[in-house]
């Protein structure tokens, strides 16, 4: 290959070497954006993003608002149902319980009212058989002054004996009765008083004597009798 074909070829390749840069260069020239335009568009997007980031800030603060809000409400509301449960209870309670007092209350007034009348029944029996073997007594000897058991006959004793027994047993009826607290109390007073004034007699109180250690009187009973006689 001679010289004048080598510059030949050299001088093609560098030609068509240049070309190409050129036509390269022609076709980065048409496909390549201003850059202003970039620029533009970035600060914008830039800028979206940065709105977009706010937005979703307060849309995560208003969610998380939501939640705290949803939260005190269903906690609110709870808390009024089982107020409302509380009142409702003791509304109840307090009703039952009212109901309860005044069934007790009728309970006890109708027990007292009736363990009175019951009381008053057993005075009024008591006080029935005392009248009625007060006046079968033989009044000349039971309540004579100046009586004296000792001068009498054994058949005339005998008989004062039997009155004497027959009174203080019924006697010691009514102050069993009275200590069993079935006779009241204002009724036994009065009950005590008629048997002091009879016992004061000297038929009674020497007839308590002589009978007093045969009877089966307890302890506390003649020594009740006892007081009476002496007072």
Not at 1 to 10: C, G, N
Not at 84 to 100: C, D, F, H, T, Y
Not at 145 to 154: G, M
Request: proline fraction near 1%.
């Amino acid at each position: 290959m001679d010289i004048r074909t080598k510059i030949s070829i050299l001088f093609g390749i560098v030609v068509g070497g240049v070309y190409l840069i050129v036509s390269m260069n022609r076709m980065n020239d048409k496909i390549q954006l201003p850059e202003y335009v970039f620029t533009e568009d970035m600060e914008k997007a830039d800028k979206l993003l940065s709105e977009l980031e706010t937005k979703k800030e307060k849309i995560d603060k208003v969610l998380d608002d939501y939640d705290r809000l949803s939260a005190e409400l269903k906690s609110l509301t709870y808390r009024k149902i089982s107020y409302e449960k509380r009142i409702n209870s003791l509304s109840q309670v307090g009703a039952i319980s009212a109901l309860l007092i005044t069934i007790l209350l009728l309970i006890y007034y109708w027990k007292r009212s009736n363990d009175r009348n019951q009381k008053v029944q057993t005075f009024l029996t008591i006080l029935k058989r005392y009248n009625e073997l007060i006046y079968s007594l033989p009044k000349e000897e039971m309540y004579d002054k100046d009586f004296n058991l000792a001068a009498q006959t054994e058949e005339k004793k005998a008989k004062i004996l039997e009155y004497a027994c027959a009174y203080f047993d019924l006697v010691f009826e009514a102050y069993y009765l009275n200590k069993e607290k079935l006779i009241d109390r204002n009724s036994w007073t009065t009950f005590k008083s008629r048997i002091k004034m009879a016992i004061s007699k000297p038929a009674f109180n020497q007839s308590w004597y002589a009978i007093s250690e045969e009877q089966m009187y307890d302890y506390e009973f003649k020594k009740f009798v006892k007081h009476l006689i002496s007072s």
